[in-house]
């Protein structure tokens, strides 16, 4: 068996090889260069859409090609603890995970009304655990805030949106979140249906998409999507796996053979130009200035903008940012307020030297205090100088007291006690005078017990050229939107120039 098994991978491999040798990349896109934007995407859509399409049960065989692992069990695209042999474990019916696999529409089939070939297409259709590809039912892609399941060691996930999703405009109930690893795999067969099946998109029907034939997504989608794509990037295993669907279907999967071809199409770089042999990728070059061309492989060293004496630091520009993203709890929920507590460690601040009293780690947040005891957050050193702006989000628990007190070592604050909203996440901020490097801001309960609250979102700006408005003034959290006017996660911001509140940040 093993003999058999070991002769058929080579036979697979000596085809792969003599195909891929055969496929020239310049002729098959070639209609697509020069292009950009809406006309580079209709263009790709008529190189592609004409494929072979498969049976429904061809695809048990066609997954032994396109995903099969070193150790000849199958490629399981949403568990981690599955060694399916193909054949043998297929189908069936499941009551937990590790039971069988089956087919796996990730851009799910109701979505297009079991319609063909999308039906059959392998650019969308892995492999998947029985039971976790059936708690994905149809739900949309995103991230999970609260979890109401979630497969073995935590691997994917299903549950509420996170407040980051609510942010850009996800309306859904629940949304089922892949493994980090696979998120770009995903993404990319997303962009792929989108643009091959570019004429029947708009009749589709799911809170990620538009309607629209050239946007396709929802602006919410499009947001997680090119997120995910950038995230995780084009790996060994979709090379080898477009080789093996390519075999099979007689088409590519253009968004695999240019890594970040999305922007192009709908991104940053939709008004560059396109070009196959010459062909630029995005994620690893600075974007390009259509009205002042330069060279884009070669970019600007940045400078730092934490450094005080940095002459390149302009007014409205963040330099210094906490998430708290990676703290894992129960309760606050990154801006989305939830009042379930658990206590969990406030380990994983994006700046790790933070001095917390009483503090336990919230919902991508952290929570200070408790019954009994005040709490306390200060900052690590901060190395800027001049006049600033604080911003933070906070927010007071249950029915204790909501009142906070701020402090700075080095430096003048416009006000220095806060009352805060209970259960409820409020934006303040705040007018800094005189702050010099390496100072550091404390949050701390007015009173001695009873008084926990919630702190997430810590930014440090440098102040605007004009008054900043609403200082004294809680204020709504303010949307963040890249230039070209997509929104953008605050805790997740891309490198660049973002707008937020009217005011331009540069990222670094």
């Not at 590809?133 to 991230?143: P, Q």
């Not at 602006?219 to 075999?247: C, F, G, H, P």
């Not at 070059?285 to 940045?302: G, L, R």
């Not at 780690?361 to 600033?388: E, F």
Request: one cysteine or more; aromatic letters at 12%.
């Amino acid at each position: 068996m093993k003999a058999r098994l070991s002769l058929t991978s080579l036979m697979l491999t000596v085809a792969l090889i003599l195909q891929a040798a055969a496929f020239n990349k310049s002729s098959y896109y070639s209609r697509a260069d020069g292009l950009k934007g809406e006309a580079l995407k209709t263009a790709l859509a008529s190189i592609i859409n004409q494929h072979t399409a498969l049976s429904y049960s061809a695809l048990w065989d066609a997954f032994r090609d396109t995903d099969c692992r070193e150790d000849g069990k199958v490629w399981d695209i949403y568990s981690c603890s599955t060694n399916y042999r193909f054949g043998t474990d297929q189908a069936g019916s499941y009551s937990q995970e590790g039971d069988v696999y089956n087919r796996e529409h990730s851009f799910p089939k109701s979505w297009f009304n079991d319609g063909t070939p999308m039906y059959t297409d392998l650019y969308h259709l892995y492999p998947s655990d029985g039971k976790v590809n059936g708690m994905r039912s149809n739900y949309c892609f995103g991230y999970v805030g609260s979890v109401t399941y979630q497969s073995n060691q935590g691997f994917s996930k299903l549950g509420s949106p996170s407040q980051q999703m609510r942010q850009w405009g996800c309306q859904e109930d629940k949304v089922f979140e892949p493994n980090d690893i696979y998120k770009g795999d995903l993404a990319r067969s997303y962009f792929y249906m989108v643009t091959c099946y570019e004429n029947q998109v708009s009749s589709w029907h799911s809170g990620m998409l538009s309607g629209s034939k050239y946007h396709a997504f929802s602006q919410w989608a499009e947001n997680l999507l090119m997120e995910w794509s950038e995230q995780d990037q084009v790996s060994q295993k979709e090379t080898d796996r477009i080789e093996a669907v390519y075999s099979y279907q007689k088409n590519r999967n253009p968004f695999i053979d240019f890594p970040g071809l999305e922007e192009y199409i709908w991104g940053e770089w939709k008004t560059v130009a396109f070009s196959v042999d010459d062909y630029v990728n995005p994620y690893t070059s600075a974007p390009i200035d259509p009205d002042q061309p330069t060279d884009p492989t070669d970019p600007e060293e940045p400078t730092d903008p934490s450094d005080p004496s940095n002459p390149d630091v302009e007014p409205g520009q963040m330099i210094w940012y906490e998430s708290f993203d990676e703290i894992d709890g129960t309760g606050g929920n990154d801006g989305k307020w939830s009042g379930s507590i658990a206590n969990a460690s406030t380990s994983g601040a994006d700046n790790g030297d933070w001095d917390f009293t009483s503090g336990s780690g919230g919902a991508q947040c952290v929570r200070l205090g408790t019954g009994s005891r005040k709490g306390s957050a200060t900052t690590p050193p901060i190395a800027a100088s001049g006049h600033l702006v604080l911003e933070f989000m906070a927010a007071a628990w249950g029915s204790d007291n909501e009142t906070i007190n701020l402090s700075i070592s080095k430096g003048t604050l416009s006000q220095t006690t806060i009352t805060l909203t209970q259960q409820e996440w409020t934006t303040y901020r705040i007018d800094i005078t005189d702050a010099q490097p390496g100072f550091t801001i404390t949050f701390e309960a007015a009173g001695s017990s009873n008084n926990r609250f919630f702190l997430d979102e810590v930014c440090i700006y440098a102040a605007n050229e004009t008054a900043i408005d609403a200082i004294h003034t809680p204020i709504t959290t303010a949307a963040t939107y890249d230039l070209s006017g997509r929104r953008v996660s605050t805790a997740r911001m891309p490198k660049g120039i973002v707008v937020k509140g009217g005011k331009k940040i540069v990222v670094l």
